[in-house]
Each structure stands twice: as C-alpha cells, then as structure tokens.
C-alpha cells in the first residue's frame, strides 16, 4: 500500500493503446495475449533508460564521471535484483543475456562429470543446455501429478547413482501449472544434490524468495519481466562458477594476462567477461522496482483470477480442448493452451490477428517433449514429423495456441477473446488463409504488409534521425 493506505496505481506499459488493423476493415485497439514469450517495457523502464543514456559509459574500469555512474548504476542494479529475489547472503547474480544464456553458464561451471536431472516437460531452455561432453543429462518422464513429480525425483535419487543438480522450471510456459519447487528441492536437500529453478515464467508474476525456497541457483530474463533490453541473470551460490574457467573469455573477466598465462578475476566478473549490457542491467532492476511497488502478491492475485476465467470460459466453448499436464491443478499463471476442433493452430492464431487483432502464440512454446506428450504423438509420429522437418516441410509439427496474461491485460479483453474463439469455433475464419510449408505458418491469401510497412517506417525514421 502506499502513504495513506491508497492503492499503487497499476504500472503503465510501452505500447499500450496501439491500435491494430484488421482485414476485415478498420482497426481496433491491440490486445497482447503473448507475455509468456516477451513483455512489453514498462514506462518507468523506458524512461529509466533514457535518462540513463546520456550518462552511458565503460564500466568498473573508467576514471571518468559517466564511466562512475554507469559502474555504479551496473553495481546498484545487481543489489536490486538480488534484494528481489530475496538472494541469501553470500549468493553472487550474474549479469546474463537471458534465462537460456543463464542456464549454459551454470552447465560450463559444472564440475566435469556431473549429472543433472530434469524432468521432460521442461523448456528447451531447461533441457539442452545439459547435453552436452562431459555432462550426464537425465530426463525423468513427465510426472501425472505434483506429487508424482516429488516421487519420481525422490526414486531417482534413491537409486544411488551420483546427482550433482536437479533443474526445474518454477511454472510451465505451456500450460501455466506451479511445479512443487519447495518440497522437490527438500527432496533433493536430502540426498546432498543442488537445485536450479528456472523462473523465466515465475518471476513477474509472483512473488519469488530464494532465501525461503533454499533453492541454490535461480534464472530470470528481463524481456520477461517488462524490461526487454537484452538482459538476464543467474543467482546462487558461487562455488561452482568461482572454480571453472569462464563461460566467455576477454577482458573484463581478467586481473593479468601474459604471453603464457591467465589469471582469472572474480566472481562475478569473472563470469561476466566483455562489455556488460549496463543499460538492460538498469532496465531489469528499475522492472524489479516496479513489480515490488504494485506488490507481487496483488500481481499474482489478479493475474491467477483472469487466468482462471480465460480457462473456464475455454472449457465452455463446444470444441476447445484446454491442455494441462496435471487435470484439476489449481495454481496456475495466466498461460493457457489450447486447440479448436478440426482448425490447425496456426491457422486459429492466424485468424484471432488478422479478423480481432489479438495476439497469441502458436506452435510447441520450446517444449517439444511436453507438447508431443499433450497431444498424444507417439514415438512413430514423432519420427515422421522429423522425416518431414528434413525435406523441409514444416507444416507437419502439430502444436497448439496459447493465450499468456501479463500486467496490461483486462477483464474486457479476456472477454473480447472468449468471444472471438468462441465465433471461430462455431463458423470458422471469415477470410481465406494458406499454409507456408517453409515455416507451417497459415497466413491471408490477402497478405497484409502493414507489419512489414510499420517497421520499415520505425528503421527509417531511424535513419533520418541519424
């Protein structure tokens, strides 16, 4: 609550009343059902960042007056985001690129011969990163339930072979379920084995404290967390990135190089080599700031509620199916998928753009096992659809449409969408679409140009500025 007892006021988002074109004729107000693969900047982001940029400088190494503010601003931001993740004492945050770049830097940090165990439903993010020389990656099946997630995890361990980390994503990206992160990283505590959690999809939408989960790593994008400025980050405990050469090597990561020899900073420079992304660091923080102001706990409330209102109002609709790993599940995020009868994904997110100007996502959210798992391909499919991907045809992966809520969304634009599947699921698209077999897209055979048109005028403009 602010001074007062007054309410804070909702965070303003970059873009907000942009107006979309439609083919069927005029225009209508953008509705963004898409935060779940990027948000929007926040104002008070953007601004932060354009008072930041006359100040613009090198950092930790420069006498100069703007050399110190951008080095102290860098250094302030990483203090706030460890303040907003509720980081232990002792825990280092690394400035990364985003949660992918996060979670690569913690498996080059792996002693040689780990093993990591994650389950299959995670994102590619959470998946690939493992495999990779010197490392054991295990992927225990996609669990029916919460608790046969912490019965899996704990069988494994049981077993006896040496486990050097369990990573997991805090909520999934596909269907917006909560995964137990408290009792599997008890469980994992008990045999001596890390945990990292991937928050990409957890951390603007409620509250996180590392300190309380006792989780040892934690990963985070900004373009997530209303500040899209090329910036991420990874926090724990340093150990592990203290012992290993860096991921990136170059100045900045070095305290005396030779013909011969390195000596390696600390952390977490050491980690943190090249010209760091001052302005993305100050945007995620100034984002954190934000988030913590509004409250996350008010965040979660209304975004869990409009959440559960987008799925039920789905399940009502003849001929939507709502995917979920664990049916009946009730703490979810604002993510939800789904598929209508005898239209194909693309072809329903291609519709809900072109004749409502909405905006979802469609395909298998970089989870293909999870999705593959949803949709019930066997491994025979599975094999035909690489068969396929190799000729080149890509219109054979199957998928679904997601709807993903975020700050800006309303209820009237929950009910706009209802409304708009609901006509699609009863009559169809109103305009005739084709599929692109190079990218399995469907698009109008009327192709608009006004996206192209858009950002040729804002690079342009750029141009002319210059």
């Known amino acids: 609550m602010c001074e007062g007892g007054s309410v804070p006021a909702r965070p303003g988002l970059c873009g907000a009343g942009v107006s979309a074109p439609l083919l069927t004729g005029g225009e209508r107000p953008y509705v963004n059902l898409d935060y779940a693969a990027s948000t929007p900047a926040l104002c008070r982001v953007a601004s932060a960042v354009e008072r930041m940029l006359p100040y613009y400088s090198s950092v930790h190494r420069g006498a ?64 690939l990163p493992w495999r990779r020389e010197g490392l054991r990656a295990v992927c225990l099946p ?39 992160l408290h009792e599997l990283v ?22 996180i404290n590392l300190a309380r989960l006792d989780a040892d790593y934690l990963a985070a994008s900004g373009h997530k967390m209303y500040a899209p400025y090329g910036a991420g980050i990874l926090i724990g405990r340093p150990d592990w990135l203290a012992r290993r050469e ?26 943190e080599a090249g010209s760091p992304n001052v302005l993305g660091a100050v945007a995620m923080a100034v984002a954190a700031a934000e988030l913590d102001r509004y409250g996350m706990d008010r965040v979660w409330a209304e975004e869990s509620a409009l959440g559960a209102e987008v799925r039920s109002g789905l399940q009502a609709i003849p001929g939507v199916r709502v995917y979920a790993i664990w049916p009946g599940a009730k703490e979810r995020t604002g993510v939800v998928s789904f598929n209508l009868e005898g239209q194909e994904h693309s072809l329903v997110a291609a519709a809900l753009s072109a004749e409502y100007g909405i905006g979802v996502r469609h395909g298998c959210f970089c989870a293909h096992p999870l999705m593959l798992h949803l949709l019930s391909v066997p491994e025979q499919g599975a094999e035909e659809i690489r068969t396929r991907l190799a000729q080149g045809d890509h219109s054979a992966v199957p998928g679904a449409v997601r709807a993903s809520l975020g700050l800006g969304t309303t209820r009237p634009e929950v ?6 599947v609901a006509e699609l699921a009863a009559r169809g698209p109103r305009l005739d679409y084709e599929v692109d077999p190079r990218t399995g897209d469907f698009v109008p055979t009327l192709q608009p140009t006004w996206a192209l048109e858009r950002a040729r005028e804002l690079v342009s403009a750029g141009e002319t500025a210059g």
């Not at 913690?106 to 040689?112: D, T």
Request: hydrophobic content about 45%; aromatic content about 8%.
């Open 415 to 420: 009910e706009y969408f209802l409304s708009a």
């Open 186 to 207: 008890d469980v994992a505590h008990r045999f001596g084995v890390r945990v990292l959690v991937d928050a990409a999809q957890i951390a603007p939408h409620l509250p």
């Open 246 to 271: 860096p991921y990136l090597r170059g100045g900045g990561a070095v305290d005396f190089v030779t013909r011969d020899s390195v000596q390696w900073s600390e952390l977490p420079a050491r980690q």
């Open 64 to 127: 100069g007056f703007k050399s110190q503010v951008s080095t102290a601003a860098y250094e302030a931001a990483r203090k706030r985001l460890l303040s907003f993740f509720g980081a232990r004492e002792g825990d280092v945050a690394v400035f990364t690129r985003n949660t992918t770049d996060s979670m690569n830097l913690l498996a080059s940090a792996l002693p040689p011969g780990s093993s990591v165990l994650t389950f299959c439903s995670e994102h590619h993010a959470d998946l």
């Open 142 to 180: 996609i669990p029916e339930s919460p608790e046969a997630a912490i019965s899996a995890l704990s069988a494994e361990l049981e077993r006896g072979q040496p486990v050097d980390l369990v990573a997991v994503t805090g909520a999934s990206n596909v269907t917006g379920e909560l995964w137990p």
